[in-house]
């Protein structure tokens, strides 16, 4: 291992706890080497005014750091494993994940009532179609607005009475160390299949980079690793961007890996689900033939709307 790295990351402070946790981890297991934080804006940071379903594209919160990583201004990166598209740039790769945060989203309210407390009408927040789309699934009376911005400022609108409630990543909260002061009620998958790849962090490295992997190497968590690749695998076959509501969970029961999927029309209806389970060799497998049965069953319908046809 050498004596001196450059992680690069998006600004934001969930962005910059996850970097701080992984630089701890390293400097703990490699004393005394020395680590510098370098800062990239990418363009899903910018645009703050338009919901990301309108913005298009791949890759919105990873690509201005994997040119950085490219032109070697960089060693590493440490992004949300939900932000990378599953295609990379020739030449990188993502060489550790690390074990999984929650993956769950959560319902937060002033009160920290659950989903079946909210009133007839009640305003929820939040920017994602695949949450809209299956809150609209179980509860097609709540007004659904969109909230973007950062962990704080979504906290903030609630506290002013903006929204009665908002959607967000269980994970964030826990690595801000927000857990123990907001009450929240989790979503559970039978109600709400969460983000592929939430919950997880991705360490990009170049691929040649042979050293600085075997370096790494001891934060990377072969069960998380394995339960993403099916995510991912379904994700891959679908192309899918944040146009339309895409999810998949994948657990291990025992010796056996579970996988959930979802595609669903934002509006909510048709609403596709599928599970399988398997062995953990075959996630790959699993997540592409998943799939295909949603696509058979009537998924290429919804994405040949959503895209006109070029899935």
């Not at 790295?5 to 390293?26: D, F, Y």
């Not at 295609?87 to 690390?98: D, S, T, Y």
């Not at 790494?216 to 944040?242: D, I, K, P």
């Amino acid at each position: 291992m050498r004596g001196r790295i450059c992680v690069g990351t998006r600004g934001s402070k969930l962005a910059l706890a996850q970097t701080n946790w992984v630089v701890e981890q390293i400097k703990a297991y490699h004393p005394g080497l020395e680590i510098e934080v370098q800062i990239i804006h990418t363009k899903g940071d910018k645009i703050l005014d338009v919901p990301l379903a309108k913005v298009g594209g791949k890759g919105l919160f990873v690509k201005e750091i994997e040119e950085a990583l490219l032109h070697k201004t960089i060693d590493l990166a440490v992004h949300s494993m939900k932000d990378v598209p599953t295609e990379l740039p020739e030449g990188l790769e993502i060489a550790i994940i690390p074990q999984r945060e929650s993956p769950f989203d959560v319902l937060i309210t002033k009160d920290g009532q659950d989903l079946r407390g909210l009133s007839a009408g009640a305003k929820v927040g939040t920017s994602s179609l695949r949450r809209t789309a299956q809150l609209r699934a179980c509860r097609p009376d709540l007004r659904i607005e969109n909230l973007r911005g950062n962990l704080d400022t979504r906290l903030r609108k609630l506290s002013e009475g903006l929204y009665d409630a908002i959607i967000v990543a269980e994970a964030g909260l826990l690595r801000l160390g927000l857990g123990e002061d907001t009450p929240r009620w989790r979503f559970g998958p039978e109600v709400m299949l969460p983000a592929i790849g939430q919950g997880a962090l991705a360490i990009e490295i170049r691929r040649d980079d042979l050293d600085l992997e075997e370096g790494l190497s001891f934060l990377h968590h072969r069960e998380t690793a394995v339960c993403v690749a099916a995510e991912r695998a379904f994700l891959e076959r679908l192309g899918g961007g944040c146009q339309v509501p895409l999810a998949a969970f994948a657990y291990l029961e025992k010796d056996q890996l579970v996988l959930e999927a979802l595609i669903a029309d934002p509006s909510g209806r048709p609403l596709l689900r599928g599970k399988r389970q398997g062995l953990p060799a075959e996630a790959h497998a699993m997540g592409k033939d998943l799939a295909e049965e949603l696509l058979l069953r009537g998924g290429d319908q919804i994405l040949e709307k959503v895209y006109g046809g070029q899935q």
